[in-house]
T-cell receptor, first 110, second 114 residues
Framework: KNEVEQSPQNLTAQEGEFITINCSYSVGISALHWLQQHPGGGIVSLFMLSSGKKKHGRLIATINIQEKHSSLHITASHPRDSAVYICAVRYPNTGNQFYFGTGTSLTVIP | DAGVIQSPRHEVTEMGQEVTLRCKPISGHNSLFWYRQTMMRGLELLIYFNNNVPIDDSGMPEDRFSAKMPNASFSTLKIQPSEPRDSAVYFC????????????FGNGTRLTVT
């Protein structure tokens, strides 16, 4: 079953805190994407991972293929990081279809 | 690149009217997706195309919904007749699945059916 689970569903943090958002999937994947959606805005792809770790500014994404788990970390969080973060996976042998988690709504308080 | 371009950004229409949403994918991308997003159900895949050919339309809610991709640079999603429960944000996304496999979204069309 091609399920994608994210946690937590909602997260409130103080400015400056280290934030972790988790994503788990059920079977082996071809690739995993972390997406960001600001209120009333479009959806932006932050990372695409198939193994290891990627870093972009204050954002770090890791993936553990054996455990079928990925994490998105935000260091020194800022109110402008407030958004919904969505995990999306692509499974092999499903064409190019993506499966989405339900998203994590992050609010960073000044 | 201008990214994935969707039009219109907002659409308000009365129940029973025909609605057409448009999408121009990123040049060179060979996959195009139509998604619907609501508060209750999150992002739902409606249909996707590979090389202009519909691959999976199982997410299309019912016969009132139809999608076409006449060429590699243009796609439409049509709802006829529209109903209030169709109110949602509709996203188009494109991907280069044989290459970098990145996923790019348009800014979405917010549809309100009254």
């Amino acid at each position: 079953k091609n399920e994608v689970e994210q946690s937590p569903q909602n997260l409130t943090a103080q400015e400056g805190e280290f934030i972790t958002i988790n994503c788990s999937y059920s079977v082996g994947i071809s690739a995993l994407h972390w997406l960001q959606q600001h209120p009333g805005g479009g959806i932006v792809s932050l990372f695409m991972l198939s193994s290891g770790k990627k870093k972009h500014g204050r954002l770090i994404a890791t993936i553990n293929i054996q455990e079928k788990h990925s994490s998105l970390h935000i260091t020194a969080s800022h109110p402008r990081d407030s958004a919904v973060y969505i995990c999306a996976v692509r499974y092999p042998n499903t064409g190019n279809q993506f499966y989405f988690g339900t998203g994590t709504s992050l609010t960073v308080i000044p | 690149d201008a990214g994935v371009i969707q039009s219109p950004r907002h659409e308000v229409t009365e129940m029973g009217q025909e609605v057409t949403l448009r999408c121009k994918p990123i040049s060179g991308h060979n996959s195009l997706f139509w998604y619907r997003q609501t508060m209750m159900r999150g992002l739902e895949l409606l249909i996707y195309f590979n090389n202009n050919v519909p691959i999976d339309d199982s997410g299309m809610p019912e016969d009132r919904f139809s999608a076409k991709m006449p060429n590699a640079s243009f796609s439409t999603l049509k709802i006829q007749p529209s109903e209030p429960r169709d109110s949602a944000v509709y996203f188009c996304a494109s991907s280069d699945w044989t290459g970098a496999q990145t996923l790019h979204f348009g800014n979405g069309t917010r549809l309100t059916v009254t």
